[in-house]
Every structure is written in structure tokens, then in C-alpha cells.
């Protein structure tokens, strides 16, 4: 009689530690499945996967983008270049308005490209003094070296009308590159300062030839 005591405490206990372990594995069951769809570890750690995938496609460039920073990069110096000459040459206080706002505008936005460039561990375009800018001809609006120089020699009307009609060449062909920006990139910031690129640049085109109409009329 004690011995069949013994055996049935013992299966008794046998069973209660299977039971205690049933339900600890039931627990780390239901904790993995908690943890994925209802705030468990995991839960945590999607969302971190999740939004870094969606920074870096926010964050991607391609090929497209780098070919507009590179060539917009000395587009808009020779642009600043050419609206420098006006202070000094231009009679048109209108002509000496714009390229002031030409020279504005450009400026922070190749501090913006060679930051994009530096990012991307990509080599930003060397600027040297007294460049030849026959070495950019193929680029659409870019003037060559004889070009700059002899808008160099002009001053008052002579130099109003040069400046202008170069410029409007200038701002047809960066509008051109941006739009190839704005149909073939990826980096939304390149394509957003394409497309400010177009409607500021063609803005200033209908205002240039509409003083120079003025002028030959």
C-alpha cells in the first residue's frame, strides 16, 4: 500500500512537470507571435528595418543624377561668371537687376550639387581661373572661351544685348539638362532643383527676350 502511494505521488508529479512544461513552451510560443504582430521584440524591429529601407530609397540616386550635378555644376559657374561682367558693362539698370539675380540664384545651388557629389563619393567638378570653356562645348548653352571673351570686351547697350542674347542660349540649355533630370533621375532633390531650374530659367528667358524686343524695336 505505501509502495502504490509512492508510485501514484510520483506519476502525479511526473504529470505536473509536464504540464509546467506544456505551458512554458505554450508561453514562448505565444511570446514569439506577440512579438510579431502585437508590439513584441520583433514588432520593434520591423518598423527600424522598415524605415531604413524607406530612407534609402528616399536617399537614392542613380547614374542620371550625377551627370546633372556634374555638368549643372559648371553651367551655372559660367552663368555666375557672365552675370559678374554686368555690374561693371551693363547700362540697363534691368540688365544689371537680373544678372544680380542670375548670380543669386546659382551660387547656392553649386554649393548644393558639390554637396550632393561629396555624398554620393563622387569627384565634383574642378574650377580653375581662366578655364577653357571650349572644354564644355558639347554641353548644351555652355559658351566657348572666344564667346566669353569677347562679351568681356563690351560694355553699355553693346554688352546688354550680347549679355542677353548669350543668356537666353545659356538658360534654353539648362533648362534642356534639367528636364533630362527631371525624366531619367531618382534623387528627389536633384529633381526638385530641376524642376525649380525650369521654372525660374524660363521665366527669366521671356523676360530677357522681351527686353531685347525692345531694344531692336
Not at 38 to 49: D, E, Q, R
Not at 164 to 193: Q, S
Request: proline letters at 4%; a positive charge; aromatic letters at 4%.
Amino acid at each position: 500500500m505505501s509502495r502504490f502511494k509512492t508510485n501514484r505521488s510520483h506519476r502525479s508529479f511526473t504529470r505536473r512537470l509536464a504540464v509546467v512544461a506544456a505551458t512554458a513552451a505554450s508561453a514562448v510560443v505565444l511570446a514569439a507571435c506577440g512579438g510579431k504582430d502585437s508590439g513584441g521584440p520583433s514588432a520593434h524591429h520591423s518598423p527600424s528595418k522598415s524605415g531604413s529601407a524607406a530612407g534609402a530609397s528616399a536617399g537614392a540616386h542613380n547614374a542620371a543624377d550625377v551627370a546633372f550635378a556634374k555638368g549643372m555644376i559648371p553651367h551655372h559657374r559660367q552663368a555666375v561668371e557672365m552675370a559678374g561682367l554686368a555690374a561693371g558693362r551693363a547700362s540697363s539698370s534691368q540688365v544689371k537687376e537680373l544678372a544680380a539675380k542670375i548670380k543669386q540664384a546659382q551660387a547656392p545651388e553649386i554649393k548644393t550639387m558639390s554637396g550632393w557629389l561629396t555624398a554620393w563619393g563622387e569627384q565634383v567638378p574642378e574650377e580653375m581661373p581662366g578655364m577653357d570653356h571650349m572644354d564644355h562645348s558639347g554641353m548644351p548653352g555652355m559658351m566657348s572661351a572666344k564667346e566669353m571673351a569677347a562679351l568681356k570686351k563690351k560694355s553699355g547697350k553693346g554688352f546688354d544685348t550680347a549679355f542677353m542674347e548669350m543668356m537666353v542660349g545659356h538658360h534654353r540649355g539648362a533648362v534642356k539638362m534639367a528636364g533630362t533630370e527631371k525624366e531619367k533621375g531618382a534623387y528627389g532633390p536633384a529633381k526638385t532643383l530641376a524642376d525649380a531650374v525650369i521654372k525660374a530659367q524660363e521665366a527669366e528667358i521671356a523676360r530677357m527676350n522681351g527686353l531685347l524686343g525692345k531694344e531692336k524695336g
